[in-house]
Each structure stands twice: as C-alpha cells, then as structure tokens.
C-alpha cells in the first residue's frame, strides 16, 4: 500500500456509513441544484413568453380533461346529494353541459376567467340538468315506502275488530267494492250482452 493513499473503511463500519450519509447529501445537493435551475429556467421561460408580464394563471387556462376532472370530482363525492344518480348519467349531463359552454366561449379561457364565471356556471346548469333525475329517484322512494308499508297498509285497510277501529279508508272502499259488485253493474260476460 503507498503511503498516500488512504484505508478503505470496512463495511458496516461507523467510518463507512458516515462516507454513505455524505455521498447521499451531496447527491441529494446536486439533485436540487438541477430541480432549481429547471424551475428557475421554466418560471423565466414563462415570464420571456408572457409579453405583458401577467400572473400565469391570467395567462393559461385548463384543458378540457382539467375541466372533466374537477366537475367530476364534485358530482362523485361519497356525501354529496348526487350520489343516488348513476355515474353514468352524471358523466353525460356534465359531457353535454361542457360541450355546450366550450362551443359557446371557444375554449375555458384563463384559470381566473374560468374559476371567476365559467365554473360557477356549469355548475349551475349541471345543477339544473341533474335536478329531474334526484326527483324522479326520490319519488320512487317515497311511492315504494307508502305502498308497501305495513303500517300504513294497517292504518288505511284495516277492518274493524273487537280491539280497533277499521282503518280510515276501509269503509270507503267497502261502499266502493259493494256498488261494484252490486247486479246494476254486473259486468258483461261475452260480446252478445253487449
């Protein structure tokens, strides 16, 4: 060995993994030296091509899967009140709503123009397109519960027993029932009675 060459420490040694620990941190250095410059070189790119020195969101806008996304994000959350709708009709009303607003305005425009109008906008009429889909579900909630529960079965169509009164509907249409029934309005059997 030559005298001015040093010991290679041994492995697992304290001296070798402080040798570990400073190659990772000056790696590390470097690594975001580079990520710097980049963004650096980026932000300035922006601010060269930018001719009137506006903020970046005044200067770009979203695409129309940035759009998609976000809207979609809102109408699928577990709590949200759209949840009973099927996914595929939310992504058909939010489809038609978009294609509509992007033909009109040729584009979303800027993040600020989008986010101040556009955005609330769609959301209005998303709102407004999905509104007969939550009253249709919820009126076949409410009609599935009425007809088919047993207490207001019981409470309406209950005859009279010796304990309870008949239920409140039951007298009306016993009466019904009878003058159905009655021989003034026998139905007709065969074409011949007619």
Do not use: C
């Not at 200067?59 to 709708?85: C, F």
């Not at 009109?104 to 999905?130: M, P």
Request: hydrophobic share 30%.
């Amino acid at each position: 060995m030559k005298r001015n060459q040093k010991r290679k420490p041994e492995k697992g040694s304290v001296v070798d993994q402080k040798e570990k620990q400073e190659k990772n941190a000056e790696r590390k250095r470097k690594d975001f030296l580079i990520f710097k410059k980049l963004n650096l070189f980026k932000y300035n790119y922006i601010q060269l091509t930018n001719t009137m020195n506006e903020p970046w969101y005044q200067a770009q806008g979203p695409n129309t899967e940035e759009v998609r996304n976000q809207l979609l994000e809102i109408y699928i959350s577990p709590n949200g009140k759209y949840n009973l709708v099927s996914l595929t009709a939310i992504k058909k009303v939010i489809n038609d709503v978009m294609s509509v607003e992007e033909k009109k305005y040729n584009g979303w425009g800027s993040y600020r123009g989008y986010y101040t109008s556009t955005h609330h906008n769609l959301i209005k009429e998303i709102n407004r397109k999905l509104q007969p889909f939550i009253e249709k579900i919820a009126r076949n909630k409410i009609n599935h519960f009425i007809i088919n529960s047993s207490w207001v079965q019981d409470m309406l169509y209950r005859p009279a027993t010796k304990t309870k009164p008949a239920g409140r509907m039951y007298n009306a249409v016993e009466t019904h029932f009878n003058r159905m029934v009655s021989s003034e309005n026998t139905p007709k059997q065969s074409l011949f009675e007619i």
